[in-house]
């Protein structure tokens, strides 16, 4: 009789705790959410798609789907980070999703988040979307040239950026030829005109069946501005993303007061230029915006004024053309994010030391 009431009472024990298991059995999803690449930004190559995931408990794991279908997964960490050729992809808008599982396999979903494929332009090529805003432009630090004062807020469009320097590899597939001096695949283009920058945005626009930015007519050259192909930056839209644009933290360089983590310049280039992305982007995921070579704008060299500029694009007319972000030979001075240096449209010069990157309106 004894033994039958201990049984009875283990049985009863063994009941409870099933019940209270069940009871407590976590029924609370994950949340997850995909914070790089952002929504609309252009893509090529091979991308990190980086998601972040939480739970009260522990996550599992986090899968990716491309336009709603299963690519991959990844275990337990923290961040989940996804090595993704874009290239298996068509060119054109594709939607990533994020899916989360705890270890109770309950889940959730990240929000959608849409990219634009673009293979056509090479894997250095990436197009880093630029959220619009105002800005105080010019020498904000004061004590350096005068061609940066009056210091002067500008009001900017939402824009696309390229997060390298256009490479002599890109510039060869779209122009089959390579100007450079110094040449390998990597480095950027350099000992280029700025006419022949112009023909390249016009030449990649129609390779990837967008609108041209540019009618040419010899050394004549206008904007239609409601093109969406690729185009020069305005300086504007250059000093705006040098100085990481809505996210500035107010340094000298792109990206770090110290020059030596983001520039090649003359403390650190051995008097050459180097490939794209070897240094620190600045806090928009922007490479060599300070050093390496110059970039050319769109802009005619002009004075600043010191009223609100909305959109601005420069003098009607000039000699020389903007060129920003100062080169591997430079000293720290001139790689400052509001330094000026200018250059005429069809110098080539035997320089080894201009260059550019493009963009894209919004």
């Avoid at 100007?179 to 023909?199: A, F, K």
């Avoid at 300086?235 to 983001?262: C, H, K, M, Y």
């Avoid at 591997?328 to 509001?338: F, K, Q």
Wanted: proline content about 4%; overall charge negative; hydrophobic content about 35%.
């Amino acid at each position: 009789m004894k033994a039958l009431i201990i049984l009875i009472m283990v049985m009863f024990v063994f009941s409870c705790s099933e019940s209270t298991t069940e009871g407590n059995r976590d029924t609370i999803p994950p949340s997850v959410s995909i914070i790089s690449p952002s929504d609309g930004t252009i893509v090529s190559g091979i991308i990190d798609i980086i998601c972040i995931s939480t739970d009260n408990e522990s996550v599992k794991k986090v899968e990716l789907c491309i336009d709603g279908v299963f690519s991959d997964s990844l275990d337990e960490q923290e961040p989940f980070i996804f090595n993704f050729n874009t290239e298996i992809l068509s060119d054109g808008i594709h939607i990533l999703t994020a899916r989360s599982f705890d270890n109770s396999d309950n889940k959730n979903y990240s929000d959608p988040i849409s990219v634009e494929v673009l293979n056509t332009l090479g894997s250095n090529n990436q197009m880093i979307l630029i959220s619009g805003g105002i800005f105080t432009m010019g020498d904000t630090w004061a004590g350096t040239h005068s061609d940066e004062i009056p210091t002067h807020d500008v009001l900017l469009d939402t824009f696309y950026i390229s997060k390298f320097e256009v490479t002599q590899s890109h510039w060869f597939e779209i122009m089959g030829s390579n100007p450079s001096n110094i040449t390998g695949d990597d480095l950027p283009v350099e000992r280029v005109t700025w006419l022949e920058v112009i023909e390249f945005c016009n030449q990649l626009s129609i390779e990837n069946g967008l609108s041209i930015c540019y009618t040419i007519n010899g050394k004549d050259v206008s904007w239609n501005k409601s093109a969406i192909g690729f185009r020069l930056p305005t300086e504007a839209e250059w000093e705006f993303a040098a100085r990481g644009g809505l996210l500035e933290q107010s340094t000298i360089f792109s990206g770090s007061n110290d020059p030596e983590a983001v520039a090649w310049y003359s403390s650190n280039s051995a008097n050459t230029i180097h490939a794209v992305g070897q240094k620190l982007p600045n806090e928009l995921g922007l490479y060599d915006m300070s050093g390496n070579v110059w970039e050319f704008a769109w802009d005619w060299k002009g004075q600043y004024e010191s009223t609100l500029q909305i959109n601005p694009i420069g003098p009607v007319s000039g000699t020389e053309k903007i060129v920003r972000g100062g080169a591997y030979y430079e000293v720290e001075d001139r790689i400052r994010v509001s330094e000026r240096g200018k250059e005429l449209i069809d110098s080539r010069g035997g320089s080894d030391h201009i260059g550019f990157r493009i963009v894209r309106s919004w």
